[in-house]
């Protein structure tokens, strides 16, 4: 039987009996992998009394049902565990740690980013830059002086300035 390049879904033949079994599969897996909401990527055993539809990605030196399987999506289907390899830009978020996490050969925190480009401009991308604060002088007033160092701080905590 065919299969999809990436992420080896059952592809029907022609004259193929039963071809909703196969189709069934297909569409399982895609479920399985659309969208990845993982539960955990730190359980070195499949937990007691899964539920079906969680998902979790399975550490190095993993026992049990996930034994070998180091990297892989353990997916409960409520009969058992599905292991599925990530394909290369896979994104998953993981539950309890509330993030996302890539899979670049192994799975990497965050997103694999150098900045953001919103309408054709890339920000943030560079390292902050300190700026200083106002410390004087006759012309800045008091209420100039709260708002300017009001904005840095707003600045310090989108990272663009230190």
């Known amino acids: 039987m065919s299969e999809t390049i990436r992420h080896g879904l059952a592809l029907l033949a022609s ?11 297909a569409i399982l897996a895609i ?30 030196g993993a026992g049990g049902a996930w034994a070998s399987a180091a990297d892989a ?3 409960y289907d409520g009969f058992g565990w599905i292991l599925t390899a990530p394909v290369i830009g896979c994104v ?5 740690e509330a993030g996302f996490v890539v899979f670049d050969g192994g799975w990497s925190d965050g997103w ?3 900045g953001l480009v919103i309408a054709g401009r890339k920000i943030l991308a560079g390292s902050p830059v300190g700026v200083a604060l106002e410390i004087g ?7 100039a002086r709260a708002a300017i160092t009001q904005i840095i701080d707003s600045l310090r905590t989108q990272g663009i300035a230190l």
Not at 15 to 25: L, M, P
Not at 32 to 40: D, E, F, K, P, T
């Open 31 to 60: 479920d399985r992998q659309m969208h990845l909401s993982i539960s955990s990527r730190v359980l070195a055993v499949a937990p007691s009394t899964p539920v079906p539809g969680d998902a979790y990605i399975v550490p190095s």
């Open 73 to 75: 999506i353990a997916s």
């Open 112 to 114: 694999p980013v150098s």
């Open 137 to 143: 002088g006759s012309i800045v007033d008091i209420e």
């Open 15 to 25: 004259g193929q009996a039963q071809k909703e079994v196969s189709h069934n599969e």
């Open 92 to 96: 998953a978020w993981i539950v309890d």
